[in-house]
């Protein structure tokens, strides 16, 4: 899971280029789906334990609580201040790094983040774990130590089968996540809340150069073809020693 700011605060930061995390943490509203089937897979099956892993600042725990409320049963919070402003693929070393001390047969990622919208730091993440993945999934079915996935696609649906332990990007087709109730709220801070540092990252934070808006457009010349159009392009481009 990911803790991001709250939609209608988000802004840059004009010191470091990047985006303000300094007010209230929320969860990606993405990833309570990939909570939501947790739970229904824990539910279906009567085994196991569904465990939140986020990477972020130690007030990020305070956004994993909800799903802590949802009915999961611990937290996991990678938090270190050499992973602060890293990039998709040293998040991913450090997700990877939590992961693998897991153990999980199934890491459920919801298919993007509300804040980035990268849509692929599961894939990062499996290519570290070298586990299978699959993404944009619509139904998932688990048992005998596989998993089938349905996802939809231009033309039409794609049913693909993997082993586990496997990574699924799960879409916001998949089911309606649940409200915490007020018992599960009030039982949400005495579950186990693990901070673990961040040895597995890869070296300091990624550090923003500049960010500024993109150059203007140079000039321009619109050509209607009437059968010199050709022609017309050719001069344009030898006028300007580009052929």
Do not use: H
């Not at 919208?117 to 699959?134: I, M, S």
């Not at 944009?136 to 596989?146: A, H, I, P, R």
């Not at 961040?198 to 500049?210: D, F, H, I």
């Amino acid at each position: 899971m990911k803790a991001v700011p709250d939609a209608a605060g988000r802004r840059i930061d004009p010191a470091t280029k990047r985006l303000d995390r300094s007010g209230e943490l929320a969860i990606s509203d993405f990833d309570t789906y990939a909570v939501e089937e947790g739970l229904k897979l824990k539910e279906a099956s009567g085994e196991g334990e569904v465990v939140v892993v986020s990477m972020g600042p130690e007030k990020a725990m305070d956004a994993l609580r909800k799903a802590l409320a949802m009915g999961a049963d611990r937290a996991v919070l990678v938090t270190d201040s050499a992973l602060e402003n890293a990039d998709v693929l040293e998040t991913a070393v450090a997700l990877a790094g939590a992961l693998e001390k897991e153990g999980a047969d199934l890491v459920l990622f919801g298919q993007q983040s509300a804040d980035g919208g990268g849509a692929c730091l599961w894939a990062a993440v499996a290519e570290k774990l070298r586990y299978p993945v699959v993404s944009q999934v619509s139904e998932l079915t688990v048992g005998d130590g596989s998993l089938t996935g349905k996802r939809q696609t231009e033309f039409g649906y794609d049913t693909i089968r993997a082993l586990m332990p496997a990574i699924v990007a799960v879409s916001d087709a998949i089911n309606t996540p649940r409200y915490p109730s007020l018992k599960g709220i009030m039982g949400a801070k005495k579950k186990p809340q693990e901070l673990v540092g961040a040895s597995e990252a890869a070296g300091p934070g990624t550090t923003v150069v500049a960010l500024n808006p993109p150059p203007p457009r140079g000039e321009a010349q619109k050509i209607e073809d009437d059968g010199s159009a050709a022609d017309r392009i050719v001069e344009f481009l030898v006028e300007r020693r580009l052929v």
